[in-house]
């Protein structure tokens, strides 16, 4: 089993790595974090190369994740909550999603064949709601036939209360996890 974990955290050691920490403590078989903020993919910069062509015109490390996206088995969204919404630097690297877009509805082809399981990790301050963000993991996952997504993995108070001491959130990184593991038929 492969699970592809995206991290959108800024923090290095930020309570978006603790719970992707427990996460990963609990998962079968091999991953992969991406961490956006320092992994070299570019945004999307609507050449439009992918309308007519598979894959995009940046050769970047966008590559190497795209070979990962169609072999994994489950893809992990994870981020802090800035102004509502996923981080700014998860959205740009994440913007290359475009090219299986354009694939789908210019060139009416499905270049992610494989079925995957989705989960979403977020954490913030208590000023919003994870709404917005979770709206747009899920279109993200999608984007990556991710469709059988569990129940959103959610510290919503940080700013009061460490992640990793949230135990809500605790068990929630670990049934993801289990959800994960659990072999479909």
Request: glycine share 8%; hydrophobic share 35%; aromatic share 10%.
């Amino acid at each position: 089993m492969k699970t592809l974990i995206i991290n959108g955290s800024p923090r290095k050691n930020g309570d978006t790595t603790s719970l992707i920490e427990v996460f990963v403590n609990h998962l079968d078989g091999e991953y992969k974090i991406i961490d956006t903020y320092y992994c070299n993919i570019g945004p999307c910069i609507d050449c439009r190369y992918c309308w007519k062509n598979e894959g995009c015109s940046s050769k970047d490390g966008w590559t190497e994740l795209h070979t990962y996206i169609l072999e994994c088995d489950n893809v992990v969204i994870a981020s802090p909550i800035y102004f509502s919404e996923l981080t700014g630097e998860l959205l740009s690297k994440m913007s290359k999603l475009q090219a299986y877009w354009a694939a789908r509805f210019y060139r009416k082809e499905e270049i992610i064949k494989k079925k995957k399981k989705g989960g979403i990790i977020l954490v913030g301050g208590n000023d919003g709601s994870n709404e917005i963000p979770t709206e747009t993991a899920k279109c993200l996952l999608d984007h990556m036939n991710a469709n059988d997504i569990f129940d959103v993995v959610c510290s919503h108070n940080t700013d009061v209360v460490a992640a990793i001491d949230d135990e809500e959130a605790v068990g929630g990184a670990k049934k993801l996890a289990d959800f994960f593991n659990e072999v479909t038929a």
